[in-house]
């Protein structure tokens, strides 16, 4: 017997993934353009100029569908590389050391990797997706 609210998982994974790409997409026009709000103090421009793209378009890719499974694969690297650089060097627990979002990006983008765009995406309107029955 399937769980009661088991109806929902296509479209709460699909309202998820649009969810996290569109607050993603915000750190990369953050770093980038300085919108909505910039960045306190310099910013090191590999963290401008590599991170700040990777996120923008990272983000809106995931937030739309398309090419999910890649854009969701290296979204996740990106953040798991951040978590080390910046984070990690400071403490080894991401309690401690600011680095909880980094985490949480990265293993739900890892997530998506493995489960591409779903429903509600243009990878699924293109049919390079298989969709649940």
Known sequence: MKPLLSIFNSHCYALMRIVVGFLFLWHGAQKLFGIPIAIPGKVPAFITYVAGPIELIGGT?????????????????????????????????????????????????????????????????????????
């Open 61 to 133: 890719l995931i937030m739309i569908g398309l090419f999910t499974r890649w854009a969701a694969f290296i979204t996740s690297g990106q953040m798991a590389v951040a978590y080390w650089m910046v984070h990690g060097t400071k403490a080894l627990l991401p309690i401690q050391n600011n680095g909880e979002l980094a985490v949480l990006y990265c293993f739900v983008f890892l997530f998506i990797s493995t489960q591409g765009g779903g429903i509600w995406s243009i990878d699924a309107i293109r049919g390079k997706e298989k969709l649940p029955d």
